[in-house]
């Protein structure tokens, strides 16, 4: 273990992830929320449709284009620490895959410190069993999902990934032990202690784990580099089939934005996972 971990200051920072950027992550927001209203207003869309009856237990669902064999589905999970953003500036994926044929859903999902993290776990899972129970109404094959998730989203994805059977995840630049967070102004909303962190940690799950694209930015913290590489690990020695590799020139922020461009290497492996 790094002893630097036992450092409140160091993980502050190491978990801060705009520290690798100098601070300021709102030029990347705007992004997400221009991004996703061209999505909104250019591809057919069910918005808001209700998995669950808190507020934001809703699902963006953008159809596939209409063709003759049943589609897969592309869903993905908002990041923000649990506790910031939304589904409705993180529809930036739908176009291109759209233009692969395939169907797309964002989801919502309470924000900490409304919810604890094992309650978003939670409402995740019921959306993408919604989703599957849906699937012959919505036009995608249940047996063909795959789950990104983009920093705390990639938590969402892998654990998701425990309770509910899918064709893959594609966790970007996520965190998967999610004690070094104690202690740190991070916590505030979440509110975990050593027992509950311990309960949460997927580096230590004995449950099932999905084929996985784990994928990070050349500009992170050496922590997110970490945890994600660790994660990668751990497929590895359950022998979990998993790629992994770091994103030249993208930070925490931008690197998500590989998987809306079909010419990328990580857009081609999330695509290989719907063929696995």
């Known amino acids: 273990m790094n002893p630097a971990l036992s ?30 209203a ?10 808001d449709r209700r998995y669950g009856d808190a507020p ?13 064999s049943v589609t897969g589905l592309l869903v993905f999970i908002h990041g923000g620490y649990w506790q910031e953003l939304s589904k ?4 930036f994926l739908a176009p291109a895959w759209h233009e692969a044929g395939f169907a797309h859903a964002v989801i919502g999902y309470t924000l900490a410190p409304s919810a604890t993290l094992p309650q978003i776990v939670d409402e995740c899972v019921a959306a993408l069993n919604w989703l599957k129970a849906q699937a012959t109404s919505l036009g995608f094959d249940q ?5 990104a998730g983009s920093s705390a989203g990639a938590y969402l994805a892998a654990a998701c990934a425990t309770r509910v059977s899918l064709k893959g995840i594609v966790p970007i630049s996520g965190i998967f032990d999610v004690a070094p967070l104690i202690g740190t102004s991070i916590n505030v909303a979440l509110r975990l202690n050593p027992v509950n962190a311990a309960a949460l ?10 084929p996985s694209v784990v994928a990070y930015g050349e500009i992170e913290t050496s922590e997110f580099k970490r945890q994600s590489r660790s994660f990668a690990a751990l497929l590895n020695e359950r022998g979990v089939n998993c790629e992994c ?9 931008d690197v998500v934005h590989e998987l809306s461009d079909n010419g990328t290497r990580l857009f081609a492996a999330t695509f290989q996972l719907f063929n696995r």
């Open 88 to 91: 409705n500036e993180s529809c």
């Open 38 to 47: 061209t999505a909104r207003e250019s591809i057919p869309l069910q918005a």
């Open 7 to 36: 450092d409140p200051a160091w993980r502050e920072r190491e978990y801060s992830p705009s520290s690798a950027i100098g601070g300021n992550y709102a030029p990347h927001i705007a992004r997400y929320v221009q991004d996703s």
């Open 245 to 253: 590799f770091e994103i030249p020139q993208r930070n925490h922020f």
């Open 143 to 147: 047996d063909r999902i795959v789950v």
């Open 56 to 68: 934001r237990a809703l699902i963006d669902f953008f159809p596939a284009p209409k063709q003759q």
């Open 201 to 210: 940690n997927l580096m230590t799950t004995t449950s099932q784990l999905a």
